[in-house]
């Protein structure tokens, strides 16, 4: 673990940007990270506890997966993710599809719907009582036009270790009671959690430089200046590693002339890369 820190340390100096990571190990429990405690903007990633708190109240009777919902024309206002956004107004999906929309597209619309239906204090509080202490979830949906220096405090925070955990408690939770209870949902919710995780369209990050097929459980977030994805990786059925990496401050620009969002794309594919052939 030790020769492998050094790997990835030297991957994100090699960058004109900010990243933190955290990473364990799933078949030793051993741990590393860079930076895995400091506060930054969460973008989409925090879509996973929304996911959680939802299937907290699923399972505590508060909410019904089957329960219809509407796709409403004012849920497009400002929605920079997603698909329906496009989408004529006026159908109606199950809860269940809009959660599977907001995890694998990143859908804002669907994530606005779910949040309509969860308290924000009761869902911070949530993330507190789980030991995501870091997290702090702000606001529907992202405003537009942030300038790029905005604080932190501005949008949805978290940091690499809080979705580590919650990742690392979603996979114990699919065969274990007492983290599934942890998370205040079934082993069965959890392995439907682990299901939608897998289903993500958005491959360009970790997913990025591994085999063809690779089954990756993540979550992407794309903000106003960074690319950030959290995941668990697997080998031959089997979970491998998780992975959370949260690159910050990324230039519209590289020195090189590409874009910067390209570099942090490349610099978490290489952080999974490393992490699959070391372990």
Known sequence: M????????????AQPFDTAWYLKDLA???????GGHDVLPSA?????????????AVHEGRLDLAEPVL????????VASGTYRYMTAGCTIPLRDAVVNM??????????????????????????????RGSVHRGKIPRLGLDFDHPAEAVATTTAADQGLLLDLILRGMEDERAAARLGVSPALCRLAMDILSWQLLRQLIPSLLPYGTKVAH????????RMDAGIVFRDGRPLYILTAYTDRV?????????????????????????????
């Open 44 to 56: 989409s990633t925090r879509k996973t506890s929304i996911m959680m708190a939802v299937f907290k």
């Open 2 to 13: 030790d020769e492998l820190t050094g790997r990835l340390n030297a991957i994100c100096d």
């Open 71 to 78: 796709i409403e024309e004012r849920l497009k206002k400002d």
């Open 103 to 132: 995890i694998i597209t990143s859908d804002n619309v669907c994530t606005q719907i779910l949040l309509e239906r969860l308290d924000e204090a009761e869902l911070n509080a949530y993330c507190r009582e789980i030991g995501m």
């Open 251 to 279: 230039p519209e620009t590289m020195p090189d002339g590409l874009p910067g969002y390209a570099a942090a794309f490349a610099t978490v594919g290489r952080l999974s890369r490393a992490c699959w052939d070391a372990l």
């Open 28 to 34: 030793t429990g051993r741990e590393a990270h860079r």
């Open 219 to 226: 979550k992407t977030g794309r903000g106003r200046r960074g």
